[in-house]
Nanobody, 119 residues
């Protein structure tokens, strides 16, 4: 049974920082992509940042220069350092992990952690 567990959400003031953590355990296959998504009330889930097992990263334009994604391949953990937070960053943040052995894709999701940016 694969488990994806996020932690680190909470309340921050505009301009503040938060760090999200995620651990993926129980996968029989190598996790090649890990990512963070978010979903604000009334909006669709959107991609925030991704990181490959080789360390290649990609960010949504809205968070470039403010958020940093990193991972520990040995532990299958991923971090999201969020700086210069804005009220529009308020959302539930979901951790995502993907394994793709022999071209078969397995997607794993966490339950989400709430991030609220407000004064």
């Amino acid at each position: 049974q694969v488990q994806v567990v996020e932690s680190g959400g909470g309340l921050a003031q505009p301009g503040g920082s938060l760090r999200l953590s995620c651990a993926c355990s129980g996968s029989r296959f190598n996790i090649n992509v890990m990512a963070w998504y978010r979903q604000a009330p009334g909006k669709q889930r959107e991609l925030v940042a991704t990181i490959s097992s080789g360390g290649r990263t990609d960010y949504a334009d809205s968070v470039k220069g403010r958020f940093t994604i990193s991972r520990d391949n040995a532990k299958n953990t991923v971090l999201l350092q969020m700086n210069s937070l804005k009220p529009e960053d308020t959302a539930v943040y979901f951790c995502y992990a993907r394994a793709a052995p022999l071209g078969i894709q397995y997607d794993y999701w966490g339950q989400g952690t709430q991030v609220t940016v407000s004064s």
